[in-house]
């Protein structure tokens, strides 16, 4: 009977310590990151058809803050566009993270341009998870006041950058 009962402790004990849970398709993403995008497209004022104007190689820094979700392949990601925050949701699929729409309102007083932006980004983790590789389209739309008139323009086009991990608690 004893031998019965350890035969029965060993595989309960060996059942146990193989249990391990598997990780959550989000976990290798989550973290702070810091880069910036690359915004490549065309400029147009819809009042003048004829009117087009390269929008290429227009920067801004960005920094991502992606924590868990309430799903396990889902993502709460808070970007940061200077000094304003933006949160969406995003989804992850495998080494992929399909994010929410990021709206952001671009606004330079010198010119009078106010310009809104809607980024539809995916993220496309690097072999050594060190990196979110990023791309999608984009598009926009706003005005430039001159001399009390103001033109209104739309922009679409392409969206490239790189997203790189901070390590955390340095």
């Known amino acids: 009977m004893k031998k019965v009962f350890v035969i029965l402790m060993c595989c309960l004990g060996i059942a146990f310590t193989s249990c391990k849970p598997e990780p959550k398709p989000y976990e290798k993403f989550l973290g702070t990151y810091l880069g910036e995008i690359l915004l490549e497209g065309k400029l147009t004022a819809p009042l003048f058809p004829d009117i087009e104007l390269d929008l290429d190689g227009a920067h801004f820094a960005l920094e991502a803050k992606i924590d868990a979700g309430s799903s396990d392949d889902q993502v709460y990601v808070t970007f940061t566009v200077e ?73 679409n086009g392409s969206v490239t950058g790189n997203l790189n991990r901070l390590v955390e608690g340095k």
């Open 83 to 155: 000094d304003e925050n933006h949160t969406v949701t995003g989804t992850v699929v495998d080494n992929t993270i399909q994010f929410g729409t990021l709206s952001y309102t671009y606004v330079e007083t010198v010119s009078n341009t106010e310009f809104t932006v809607h980024l539809d980004l995916t993220g496309n983790l690097s072999a050594d998870g060190n990196q979110i590789i990023l791309t999608g389209p984009y598009t926009g739309e706003g005005g430039v006041t001159m001399n009390d008139i103001t033109l209104n323009m739309q922009a």
